[in-house]
């Protein structure tokens, strides 16, 4: 019967079992489930709630098993239950009677979701350590291609001038965001629900403090109900997780344009692409293509999981069971794709004349000859309409606005003068736009600079709080 022995009088049945099992998806967390059972018998020997000996004999056992899972020594018996049973099973095996003292003062409840707050808080350190990484790829490309003109798009129309280091630059920001709510969430969730028991605590005079001082918490969760039936911290990890991939999927969309033999603004290392098991010219950027379509699977689990939550009834019920297969294959898709982006941004090619010839025939300076007739003493509305109808022309006439004689402009208006053409220069058009967040070389510099000390500060965060460095 085992743990259920005494209510019960037959085993569950087989399939039954197998339905109920979560050790196939729950067996990643035996190191945590170690440390905070170790934390737990420390506690209680302690307090004298069991005798000293038998907790030093406990967390022997205990760290035998963890070295011996690590060591490949003791193989993890995927029949078991859950992971819990499956660690106790073991050392009482091991150490006998005191091994049954493990369980005293606590419930699976509580002890599962401490297992499952310890292994995301690692989990999200490293998702924070990659996504640096990435961010500081981005920001020293930005700073190679800060002068490097290509056109700026609303509607995947040609728009203005840009470059391509503040095009880079602007993902950046939004990867920077994606940090700072990484950061956030580590804050937030690391609180120790170890010590609520089943819902309502124990009658043992145990120490929540202190298991959460032992474990690296900010403080033991205030109410019991809410420690053990609370999966907002796996809610809030699988959004941010589908946020940061939302903003990768939209570079991965302009990625897998920008290497079009249309655009050719771009192409990818071979090591980043595959090719065509019938067609032999082809190279495809299927790692961005499975980052964008991995994009809505990870956004599925967390609407799955807001689904799952939002008609349960306090406490714990076992729908929440579903919690961590959705939530870990967020994690390692998450780990993955940011490792893939490091090495695919970086060793990305970037064809500087295509993109400068692109810009040319755009039309992307057609704002600053507006501006240029502004300055010049006419409204503005009426300089819109002037050169609507030189753009037009030289649409027909399949040139440049540069390309386009004086006295043609003239023809318009005589406000058009030799300073015109230095003044639609692309290069000139940009840096002329020195606003805050703008492309010119001075911002994007600015830029870099502010985004740098940004890193430095989210790394100083996260050692405050505890995290891992390394």
């Known amino acids: 019967m085992g743990i259920w022995s005494g209510r019960f009088s037959k085993e569950i049945n087989s399939i039954a079992n197998e339905f109920n099992s979560s050790i196939g998806v729950d067996h990643v967390m035996f190191a945590q489930d170690i440390q905070g059972s170790i934390a737990h018998v420390q506690m209680l020997g302690r307090l004298e709630i069991i005798p000293q000996e038998d907790a030093e004999v406990i967390e022997r056992g205990l760290k035998g098993i963890l070295e011996d899972i690590q060591s490949g020594e003791l193989e993890i018996d995927l029949g078991a239950e859950d992971i819990h049973m499956f660690v106790e099973q ?52 930005s700073e190679e291609f800060a002068g490097q003109i290509m056109p700026g798009y609303t509607h995947l129309q040609p728009a203005q001038p840009v470059t391509f280091g ?82 990768l999927s939209r570079l991965s969309e302009e990625i897998i344009l920008f290497s079009t033999q249309e655009f050719s603004f771009i192409e990818l290392d071979d090591s980043f692409s595959t090719g065509s098991s019938i067609m032999p010219q082809k190279k495809n950027p299927d790692m961005a293509e499975l980052t964008r379509g991995k994009t809505g699977t990870v956004i599925g689990y967390l609407m799955g999981m ?139 510099r600015r830029q870099i600079i502010e985004s740098k000390e940004d890193l430095r500060r989210f790394r100083e965060q996260l050692l405050e709080m505890g995290g891992n460095m390394d």
């Open 166 to 247: 503040h095009y880079l630059l602007a993902y950046v920001q939004m990867l920077l965001r994606d940090a700072d709510r990484l950061l956030d969430y580590r804050r937030r969730m690391n609180e120790c629900p170890l010590g609520a028991g089943a819902l309502a605590t124990t009658t043992y005079p145990i120490d929540r403090h202190l298991t959460a001082g032992l474990l690296e918490f900010t403080r033991p969760m205030r109410n019991s109900m809410d420690a053990v039936s609370d999966r907002d911290f796996v809610i809030e990890l699988e959004f941010v997780i589908s946020m940061c991939m939302m903003h």
């Open 306 to 444: 807001l689904t799952t939550m939002k008609g349960l009834p306090l406490a714990y019920n076992k729908d929440m069971q579903e919690d961590k297969k959705a939530v870990f294959d967020a994690v390692d898709t998450m780990k993955k794709i940011l490792v893939i982006f490091d090495g695919m941004l970086g060793t990305m090619r970037v064809d500087r004349i295509r993109m400068r010839e692109q810009a040319k025939y755009g039309y992307i300076n057609a704002t600053d000859l507006a501006d240029y007739l502004a300055q010049k003493g006419m409204a503005f509305r009426d300089a819109y309409v002037i050169v609507g109808n030189i753009v037009r022309d030289a649409v027909e006439k399949r040139v440049s606005l540069e390309e386009l004689p004086l006295d043609y402009y003239q023809s318009y208006t005589q406000l058009f003068g030799a300073d015109l053409y230095p003044y639609l220069e692309l290069e000139a058009a940009v840096q002329r736009r020195k606003v805050f967040g703008g492309p010119s070389e001075e911002s994007i």
């Open 90 to 141: 073991v050392l009482t095996q091991r150490i006998g009677e005191p091994g049954k003292k493990l369980h005293t003062g606590r419930s699976r409840n509580d002890q599962v979701v401490t297992d499952l707050r310890l292994y995301l808080r690692e989990q999200t350190d490293e998702i924070f350590h990659r996504l640096l990484a990435l961010l500081e790829t981005l920001l020293s490309r």
